[in-house]
């Protein structure tokens, strides 16, 4: 075992007597009971998390993709080269990638950074390549992705982000993924921290044939068989199957839930480091929210056990947190609601004046 900053306490959760409030006022809306399905629990959730009813609509939403290069891609696990993941960084930083352009119509802040792609760190402008661990990380199926200090930085570098994105007004965070090869350690980071098997979370990730994910779910119980008994402690977790930009990721979202700032969660990178958050950092998921679902069976999985259900359900597998930023108007939409839909009982009222 590492000798890790381990979360001390419990994150403190979100304000129960808001929550009460929320549900309340949701209940007393002029619609049927429930009529509000799903967008009715983000409102109470948003509430519960701002601690105040009714919410406001996020304002200040802030994005980071964390960036990295995975030791597994040189074993045929993705369907695409590592060299895609330094000029996808380079996309983000001229506004093409995907997420770019969807943070551009929602109105939401996008930064980028280099945790562990296999490039210098003269490649990007300094501010991207500040927190760089190191050039890719190990390949989990036959070494350890890190060594336990480079877990350690990787997780104080994604702290020292959230906190700074915090003190600059953040009100919703998303943490955003870039790397070829990284559903493979996503992947096997859901089933150590679940205790199943490699067959029940590998997935087809950018799109690999029918060999290919055979040949995937075998590096996923080969890293397990080889990480063993370690994979208790969700530092060790970390170092043997993770990566620097995962452990920053899940560094990040601990500490946005300890200071009390809502998050909304991606797809299988996004919610395999806030499944192991929970464990580093217990009662983080409280602060968090499942943007969508994607085709990866992990996610599903991981989402479960956090008990999170997703706004969205599109297909989407792009990653880069760009399903949890196409859900943000939906949390707009849900803050209005719940804001100004007018009381039943106002409207009975009226009838009788
Ligand atoms: O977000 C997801 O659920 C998701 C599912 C499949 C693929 N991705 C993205 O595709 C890349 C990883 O896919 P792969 O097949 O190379 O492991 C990585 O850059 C992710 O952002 C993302
Ligand atoms: C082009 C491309 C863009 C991506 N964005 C996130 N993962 C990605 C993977 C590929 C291959």
């Not at 890790?4 to 808001?18: K, M």
């Not at 797809?267 to 679902?293: K, M, N, Q, T």
């Amino acid at each position: 075992m590492t000798d890790a900053p381990h979360a001390a306490d419990r994150v403190a959760p979100p304000s129960e007597a808001v929550r009460r409030q929320a549900a309340d006022r949701l209940a007393g809306l002029a619609t049927p009971a429930g009529a509000l399905g799903r967008l009715g629990e983000a409102a109470v959730w948003l509430a519960a998390v701002q601690g105040h009813c009714p919410p406001s609509p996020p304002s200040d939403v802030r994005v980071v993709v964390f960036a990295g290069d995975h030791g597994v891609t040189a074993h045929g696990v993705s369907a695409y080269p590592p060299e895609i993941t330094g000029l996808m960084v380079q996309q983000f930083l001229s506004g093409g990638a995907g997420v770019a352009v969807l943070a551009r119509l929602h109105g939401a802040a996008l930064r980028v950074l280099d945790l562990g792609v296999d490039v210098d760190a003269g490649t990007f402008p300094a501010e991207v390549s500040a927190y760089k661990v190191r050039r890719g990380s190990g390949a989990i199926h036959i070494e350890d992705a890190l060594t336990g200090d480079e877990t350690l930085r990787a997780l104080a570098a994604g702290a020292a982000v959230a906190a700074e994105e915090v003190a600059a007004g953040a009100d919703l965070l998303i943490a955003g993924d870039m790397g070829i090869g990284n559903t493979t350690p996503s992947a096997a980071l859901i089933a150590a921290t679940l205790g199943i098997g490699a067959d029940e979370v590998t997935g087809r990730g950018s799109g690999i044939d029918v060999d290919a994910l055979a040949h995937k779910q075998d590096v996923v119980d080969r890293a397990l068989e080889r990480a063993g008994a370690r994979v208790a402690d969700p530092v060790d977790r970390l170092t043997a199957l993770g990566s620097a930009d995962l452990a920053a990721q899940v560094g990040f979202l601990a500490e946005a839930a300890r200071l009390g700032v809502p998050v909304v969660l991606d797809g299988v990178i996004s919610v395999a480091c806030a499944l192991v958050a929970e464990d580093y950092a217990p009662g983080s998921s409280a602060w968090f929210a499942a943007g969508h679902r994607s085709p990866e069976p992990a996610q599903s999985l991981a989402l479960e056990k956090l008990g999170l259900e997703p706004l969205l359900d599109l297909g989407m597998r792009l990653g880069e947190g760009s399903g949890a930023v196409a859900a943000i108007p939906v949390l707009r939409s849900a803050a209005a609601a719940l804001a100004h839909v007018s009381l039943l009982a106002d409207v009975l009222g009226a009838q009788d004046a």
